[in-house]
């Protein structure tokens, strides 16, 4: 219990030490994560997981992480970067919500209608509300982590799914904010960029129709 409790105050203690200090402008501020990053060599590559990591389990805002990426190391690493540590962030996550951090979370969350319906959801539907709420924010993407915690899905295939799901958004936010910074604003980028824009539109609607059509959420 007194783990337990230690590991909850440094929690809620990070939490607070990130939006006190302004750390949580600075993981919006691109030109200095930027430049940072470039000045890192290899070892940017491990630091940027780890800010990924820290992101989800701190739930930190984490939006424009493969934007960064993408920038900073170009589309293709930059989107798999993203990829590798927003899997090991969320599945992190998914770790500390099932056995240090259970008790607080139910205690913090579990009456709230998130919680709610996500368990209701994943009772119902199994993996295939994961896969919706994977692709379609219907709930705050930090939070779900902790919500599937307390479910009965197995480890592995949430982790495997949430990579699988996040795989697309990471990969074209990086590509397109790497072609930007590379070629400008051109025609053909707006052709390629209109046509990434359908694809990613498509990986949440199709998702979000069927989900309504089966009623999951």
């Known amino acids: 219990m007194k783990k337990v409790l230690a590991f909850i105050t440094i929690i809620i203690a990070g939490i607070v030490l990130f939006y006190t200090t302004g750390l949580t402008k600075e993981l919006q501020n691109v030109p200095a994560m930027q430049a940072w990053f470039q000045q890192q060599g290899w070892v940017g590559y491990f630091a940027f997981i780890l800010l990924c990591i820290i992101t989800a389990v701190f739930m930190l805002p984490g939006g424009l992480l493969a934007i960064v990426a993408g920038i900073v190391y170009g589309g293709f690493i930059g989107g798999l970067l993203t990829v590798i540590g927003s899997t090991v962030g969320a599945s992190v996550s998914f770790i500390l919500g099932r056995t240090l951090l259970k008790d607080a979370i139910i205690k913090r969350y579990g009456k709230q209608p998130t919680f709610q319906k996500v368990m209701r959801g994943v009772d119902e539907n199994g993996v ?5 709420t994977r692709l379609v924010p219907i709930f705050p993407y930090a939070l779900q982590s902790y919500a599937y915690a307390l479910t009965p899905m197995r480890f592995e295939r949430f982790s495997i799914i949430s990579g699988i799901t996040m795989l697309p958004a990471c990969f074209i936010y990086a590509y397109m904010a790497s072609d930007i910074l590379t070629q ?5 980028l707006s052709i390629k960029f ?11 609607y199709i998702p979000k129709k069927i989900g309504q059509h089966k009623k999951m959420i």
Request: proline content about 0%; aromatic content about 10%; cysteine-free.
């Open 128 to 132: 295939s509300f994961l896969i919706l």
């Open 184 to 188: 400008g604003l051109t025609l053909s």
């Open 194 to 204: 209109t046509i990434l824009g359908i694809i990613l539109f498509l990986l949440t």
